[in-house]
């Protein structure tokens, strides 16, 4: 299972901080990222752990501005997003993945929803 939180509605330039809580996954052998989606759009993959090692594989519309990563202990993704703009607005959801098989956003959750006002 996988649980979103901590989406919102924010300014141009503001930051937010989205948190993934993993269940009934092996950290080990699952890979994590998040994609999002807007209405009337496709899916677009926006970040993603390729290896459990810390490679990552980042679409280039948010290189630079979002990161992600991971508190094994915790069992929680992240996804910290900075520098925001209205076409970051979207549902993000977070997404799991056999490690053998990364980035295809294969398991995912609810969803939570970031709004970028201009």
């Known amino acids: 299972r996988l649980v979103e939180s901590g989406g919102g509605l924010v300014q141009r330039g503001g930051s937010l901080r989205l948190s993934c809580e993993v269940s009934g996954f092996t950290l080990n052998d699952y890979v994590f990222g998040w994609f999002r989606q807007a209405p009337g759009k496709e899916r677009e993959g926006v970040v993603c752990?390729?290896?459990?090692?810390?490679?990552?594989n980042v679409t280039d519309s948010v290189r630079g501005r979002f990161a992600i990563s991971r508190h094994n202990s915790k069992r929680i993704i992240y996804l910290q997003m900075n520098s925001l703009q209205p076409e970051d607005t979207a549902r993000y959801f977070c997404s799991a993945d056999p490690r053998h098989r990364p980035c295809r956003f294969a398991s995912w959750g609810r969803g939570t929803q970031v709004t970028v006002s201009s």
């Open positions: 752990f390729l290896t459990n090692d810390g490679l990552i």
